[in-house]
């Protein structure tokens, strides 16, 4: 009998450890994303003193793909114009909107464009953009110029690099005349350019957002955190890093 007590106590509390487990925020992002991520979960852990698994590593592809394989992720931020271009076998079940943040094109100190039509002066003889297969400011970048009718007239002076990071270096170093970036890298390193132009139309909006993968709807933690997502705190946070 002793022996039924114990085995149920411990079933019991086996059951008990995998519900807490399961109502436990778990959270994901690309890795673009990451600082910004980082950043709300930081507020809402001091907020509600609730544990929070943070799962980052590469670009959202890879992450949603772990997601399908088993990690118990169950809330990914991301930009919803990469989310609609994969192909994944993940559901989801709730989504909250953070906000929206625009395509930004800079310029290398030395060089002054009043706007985007200065791409087509003699004066600009590269142009960067981040990879459009792999950043959402690449896809915004060749879409705008498209919408303007340059990406063949421009076409000799565009090259592509990997991300967006990159595309601010080659521009803060001098070796690119101009390139297409985001907010993020401009209001962290503004002093290294030689200006900066918000460009709000001409591409596909650039929405962000959070998502509750599908049958984490109920739990607790979980809910509790995308409504902290809507809060004046996390709107502050979301525009720290360039999200209106």
């Known amino acids: 009998m002793l022996r039924k007590i114990i085995a149920a106590a411990a079933l019991a509390a086996l059951l008990a450890s995998g519900a807490a487990r399961a109502e436990t925020v778990s959270v994901t992002t690309g890795a673009g994303y990451i600082p910004m991520s980082k950043a709300l979960v930081a507020a809402w852990k001091q907020k509600s003193g609730a544990a929070v698994t943070e799962s980052y590593g590469g670009n959202i592809g890879q992450m949603l793909a ?93 090259m592509q690099v990997a991300n967006v990071p990159q595309v601010f270096s080659y521009v803060s170093r001098g070796e690119v005349d101009a390139g297409f970036v985001n907010r993020q890298v401009v209001s962290r390193g503004a002093g290294k350019v030689g200006g900066s132009l918000e460009i709000k139309d001409g591409y596909p909006p650039i929405d962000m957002v959070a998502l509750v993968v599908a049958g984490h709807e109920k739990d607790a933690d979980v809910k509790a955190f995308m409504g902290f997502l809507k809060t004046p705190e996390a709107k502050r946070i979301l525009k720290n890093f360039g999200i209106d």
């Open 66 to 158: 772990q997601i399908a394989s088993g990690s118990g992720v169950n809330v990914v931020i991301t930009d919803k114009g990469t989310l609609e271009r994969l192909k994944t076998p993940v559901k989801f079940s709730a989504e909250q909107n953070l906000g929206s943040t625009p395509l930004v094109l800079v310029w290398r100190k030395g060089l002054t464009l009043k706007s985007p039509d200065d791409l087509q002066e003699a004066a600009v003889k590269s142009i960067a953009l981040p990879d459009p297969k792999a950043a959402v400011y690449g896809r915004a970048g060749a879409a705008y110029l498209k919408s303007r009718g340059w990406d063949q007239s421009l076409k000799a002076k565009t």
